[in-house]
């Protein structure tokens, strides 16, 4: 089945700088890739997804890169906030697949 | 986006009781819904897939006669953990991919006494 490998577990960025989460997958035949950030105590919300027949996506300060070759994928947050600080999820599923696999999250916090 | 909404929130209970958490889809039907169980400052883990009027489809190592499954309708899914125990202490979220994108309920923590 699919793994997905989520680096760092922490993450500290002092406020204004930017923020890069890592994941690598393991099934060449995921073609899904969303992330989720979740806030203490309550359920994740997706923040941005990408499907493998794109390179990058962005969406304001944040963006998600893809690539199929190497099997990984990056979360990019840009002028960080404090209130970006929470664990953030990566994802993958394969094509016909209704199950995503998470990462292992990262924890990321805006230091004022 | 899709609305999930389970219920309890929270729950506590004594060793040996059962529990039954329910998830309900909110404006669409769900012919399935996905079970995940988080443990404190760990990942999502899938525990079953739920299918309405079959049975559940659960993951590897997770007992099937512990963690009972109910999809009687397109709209409701229920998870009963049977004979509970703390290490079954966890955040249980269910969540449904109407369009597939997956939405979450907002989850139910179980702490077992």
């Known amino acids: 089945g699919e793994n997905v490998e989520q680096h760092p577990s922490t993450l500290s960025v002092q406020e204004g700088d930017s923020a890069v989460i890592k994941c690598t997958y393991s099934d060449s035949a995921s073609n899904y890739f969303p992330w989720y950030k979740q806030e203490l105590g309550k359920r994740p919300q997706l923040i941005i997804d990408?499907?493998?027949?794109?390179g990058e996506k962005k969406d304001q300060r944040i963006a998600v890169t893809l690539n199929k070759t190497a099997k990984h994928f990056s979360l990019h947050i840009t002028e960080t906030q404090p209130e970006d600080s929470a664990v953030y999820f990566c994802a993958a599923r394969s094509f016909g697949n209704e199950k995503l696999t998470f990462g292992t999250g990262t924890r990321l916090t805006i230091i004022p | 986006g899709a609305v999930v909404s389970q219920h309890p929130s929270w729950v506590i209970c004594k060793s040996g009781t059962s529990v039954k958490i329910e998830c309900r889809s909110l404006d669409f039907q769900a012919t399935t819904m996905f079970w995940y169980r988080q443990f404190p400052k760990q990942s999502l883990m899938l525990m079953a897939t739920?299918?309405?009027?079959?049975?559940?489809?659960?993951e590897q190592g997770v007992e099937k006669d512990k963690f009972l499954i109910n999809h009687a309708s397109l709209t409701l899914s229920t998870l009963t953990v049977t004979s509970a125990h703390p290490e079954d202490s966890s955040f249980y979220i269910c969540?449904?991919?109407?369009?597939?994108?997956?939405?979450f309920g907002e989850g139910s923590r179980l702490t077992v006494l």
């Open positions: 969540s449904a991919a109407p369009t597939g994108e997956l939405f």
């Open positions: 990408i499907r493998s027949n794109v």
């Open positions: 739920s299918n309405e009027g079959s049975k559940a489809t659960y």
